[in-house]
């Protein structure tokens, strides 16, 4: 197949995941009226119909939903050996796209951000904010950070945290003015702040544990966000309790803006890990990346 041929592969991939040619065009750098025409003259040579076009988007046919299952493998092995190119060269380089949420980038990211990047400035790291546990594989992404707990088994999972524990917290000023609750029974009389992951998920339910037995309460509030960052900040704010990584917590309960209750009900957990497919991720970049953030132990 000639280089053109190739190219015009990766528009039509372009396309259906963009959902539109002018998404597209500006991820490309190339206009929408080009690669129009690029799709014209594929869907010419191969006889086939192979996106729907309506006047909002595009989406794939059926035909094209067989070529996007063939090719996208076949492009990521490419594109993975493309990168492996770089043990070639003397620094690491290359970009990385990285899915986790704001508290992760917060609590294991920043700390080590600067010195990372100012070490390997060949590196560009595309972090995207994502609540809604997507799947790295099929988005694409290098890795991911979740709590250990919820990776699964056929990934390889490091450390870029220490354990882990969320704990509820709320302002002086509220607690004062509603009381410190005693037992997580009673939290149903309290004003939570609450987190939904997904437009179309559950409200996560805050965990506890008593005498080895762990159990939940749905607490209810006026506020919903699908942001830890938003949650902590309105507990600071005064408008009710929050549920949050403790960590995130600390720095407002030194400087007494937030006041940790019911810690006892509140166990350690394994805490936050990038994870990704053990068939990938061999580049020099990403390597470099994951020794920057891997978790040392202090006793290591």
Partial sequence: ????????????????????????????????????????????RLGLRLLARTTRN????????????????????????????????????????????DDQIELCIRPKLNKFLRSYPDITVEFYVDYGFSNVVTERFDAGIRLGEAISQDMIAIPV???????????????????????????????CIDIRHKPNGNIYAWEFEENGK????????????????????????????????????????????LIKVLTDWSNYFPGFHLYYPNRRQNSPAFKAFVDAFRYQHETD
């Fill in 58 to 101: 595009v989406s794939p046919t059926e035909a094209g939903e067989r070529l996007i299952t063939s090719l996208q493998p076949l492009f990521q092995r490419i594109n993975q050996e493309v990168d492996a190119l770089g043990e070639l060269r003397d620094t690491p380089a290359g970009t990385l796209r990285i899915s986790c949420t």
């Fill in 214 to 257: 762990e159990f939940t309460v749905r607490g209810q509030g006026q506020l919903v966000f699908n942001s830890t960052m938003h949650v902590l900040n309105a507990a600071v704010d005064g408008i009710g309790l929050a549920y949050v990584p403790e960590p995130l917590a600390e720095p407002y309960v030194a400087q007494g803006k």
């Fill in 1 to 44: 197949m000639t280089i053109n041929k190739l190219d015009d592969l990766q528009v039509f991939l372009a396309i259906a995941e963009a959902g539109s040619f002018v998404k597209a065009a500006a991820k490309l750098g190339l206009s929408a009226s080009a690669l129009s025409h690029k799709m014209r003259g594929l869907e010419e």
């Fill in 161 to 191: 945290g220490p354990e882990i524990r969320l704990v509820v917290v709320g302002s002086p000023a509220y607690l004062q003015a509603n009381g410190m609750p005693q037992t997580p029974y009673e939290l149903t009389s309290y004003d």
